[in-house]
């Protein structure tokens, strides 16, 4: 499709007197209007996203039409032409008012939203794809190519004599494209990234070409992001989403956009999730050189950004004494989680600590991303999809209480309004991998140290899972995080992935701030 791009290198290919990437089409796009030499009660006319979770589609109803049921499939399929191998999305049952002879307008919601799709770009809306004839008669359906983008970007202190970016960065870059992303960018800012608090500067120049390469598509055309991320790398990413959702390029209007963080390290000494050291001389002189260097760069928080549909958030704590190979700094940055999640996204956590993962080199998160997920891109990583795990506080309620304060809407921005739990026995549940053993973790609110396992349970065999508190808990406020372990992924180190969730904050009694309102 798109030829593979880079960003910094243009000058290095200048020098080599390499032709500089041109963003070229390989096939126009294709006319949306289905047209049939054989009569139908409806015509489908276009179908195109209006965001990303609907779809809309035009048709025509002719007399006949009226009184029938019409029922309306969503596809996603390899071309535009509907057949048995095409994946059903959803139904939706038309109304009997928009049975009524002339063209018609209908908004078709989705629940699951149309989640980016590399080997299925092709969006099709079938009417009645049950009854005889759905895939002779042309007539009867309607399609649209979503076109996708890539980005990959790597994190802080990157090798200089790297001029095109991290070697992880170009491999996981060509394996998306090889898999069928429109559009690679492997993002390039290492002269800069070994200065403190050049990493947030990073994020407009990034939206940027990804907006010039936006404005040599119409309109219309409807385009997904995927946008993977190391370590300040995500800060870089976070900033170049939110510059995008302000200038709001049509073209990703009914796109899904979706966020990797390989264990997200904001550059901040004030954000939880720091590193561990070793008890050496030299573990002493790393600590201090990278607290003075993230002094200097205070880094923004990395949060999900608003406009973020779905993120999967891989990361590691894993300590100095447990890495196979000992890193010669003695020390290993951590990812910084959970990451708030302000807009709501569906987020997917997965702890790679089991594994033995570090921050970075030969045994750090973005290559073991780049050899288990990475390639599977586009059959849906199922690696860690069958993992992902969701739960929630299942007895509680909002608590009455609403920010006011400028501090107070901040947090709730961040992590949510607390919930209220009548009782002092809460109840959690959730879904996770059938099977899998799921503990609940439970501390105060007050100190993030201090978080014991309050349930265990497991799921069972279609991956529900319910549990609830084994001791009552104090009045006071709480925060909860699941976590599920999967025999089926731990036969082998490479493989034991940890997934989790937070559940959010809780108060066990009363919120003392809905009494002072």
């Known amino acids: 499709m798109f030829a593979f791009l880079t960003r910094a290198g243009r000058a290095a290919r200048r020098r080599r007197r390499r032709p500089s990437p041109r963003l070229v089409l390989h096939e126009t796009l294709e006319p949306r209007l289905a047209l049939s030499a054989s009569p ?5 006319q276009s179908a195109t996203a209006t965001g990303p979770r609907s779809v809309e589609v035009r048709y025509s109803a002719d007399p006949t039409a009226a009184g029938l049921p019409l029922r309306f499939g969503v596809y996603r399929s390899a071309d535009a032409t509907f057949g048995p191998a095409d994946e059903l999305v959803a139904t939706y049952d038309v109304p009997a008012a928009a049975l009524a002879p002339g063209r018609h307008d209908l908004t078709v919601p989705l629940a699951d939203g149309l989640p980016i799709d590399v080997a299925r770009p092709y969006v099709l809306v079938v009417a009645n794809p049950d009854a005889p004839g759905a895939s002779t008669d042309l007539a009867r359906s309607a399609a649209f190519r979503k076109f996708t983008i890539g980005v990959v970007t790597h994190g802080g202190i990157i090798n200089p004599s790297w001029t095109h970016g991290s070697p992880w960065q170009l491999q996981i870059g060509r394996l998306m494209q090889r898999q069928g992303y429109d559009v690679v960018i492997p993002y390039d800012w290492i002269r800069e990234s070994s200065t403190p608090g050049r990493a947030a500067p990073q994020g407009p120049k990034l939206a940027n070409q990804i907006e010039r390469l936006l404005d040599k598509l119409p309109a219309d055309t409807v385009v997904d992001l995927h946008l993977i991320g190391h370590s300040q790398g995500t800060v870089v990413n976070m900033v170049a989403l939110q510059k995008l959702e302000q200038d709001a390029p049509p073209q990703l209007g009914g796109g899904w956009i979706q966020e990797t963080l390989l264990d997200p390290h904001a550059a901040n000494n004030n954000v939880p999730g720091q590193m561990d050291t070793s008890n050496t001389i030299i573990g002493g002189i790393a600590h201090s050189t990278i ?4 002094a200097d760069a205070k880094d923004p928080t990395v949060v999900i950004p608003t406009n973020v549909d779905e993120a999967d958030v891989y990361y590691q704590h894993t300590y100095v004494r447990d890495i196979h190979l000992m890193t010669p700094g003695g020390y ?5 989680v959970p990451v708030p999640n302000p807009g709501g996204a569906e987020v997917h956590y997965y702890n790679l600590t089991a594994t033995g993962a570090t921050h970075s080199g030969n045994s750090g998160v973005p290559l073991w991303y780049r050899n288990f997920v990475a390639p ?6 199922p690696l860690v999809h069958e993992l992902r795990l969701d739960g929630t506080v299942a007895d509680a309620s909002p608590t009455p209480w609403q920010p006011t304060t400028a501090l107070d809407q901040r947090a709730a921005a961040n992590w949510g309004v607390d919930q209220l739990v009548e009782g002092d026995r809460p109840i959690f549940a959730g879904s996770a991998a059938p099977g899998a053993t799921v503990r609940v973790y439970v501390g105060p609110a007050s100190d993030l140290s201090k978080i014991p396992v309050l349930a265990t349970t497991t799921a069972d065999a279609s991956g529900g899972w319910t549990a609830t508190s084994i001791r009552p808990l104090a009045p006071g406020r709480y925060r909860a995080v699941a976590m599920a372990y999967s025999r089926a992924l731990q036969t082998r180190p490479a493989y034991a992935v ?7 904050g809780f108060w066990i009694g009363r919120d003392p701030r809905a009494l002072k309102a």
């Open 498 to 504: 940890v997934s989790m969730t937070p559940m959010g």
């Open 291 to 294: 607290f003075n260097y993230q």
């Open 40 to 44: 139908s009660s409806i015509v489908m």
């Open 376 to 381: 599977t891109l586009a059959a849906g990583s």
């Open 332 to 336: 290993n940055l951590w990812g910084q």
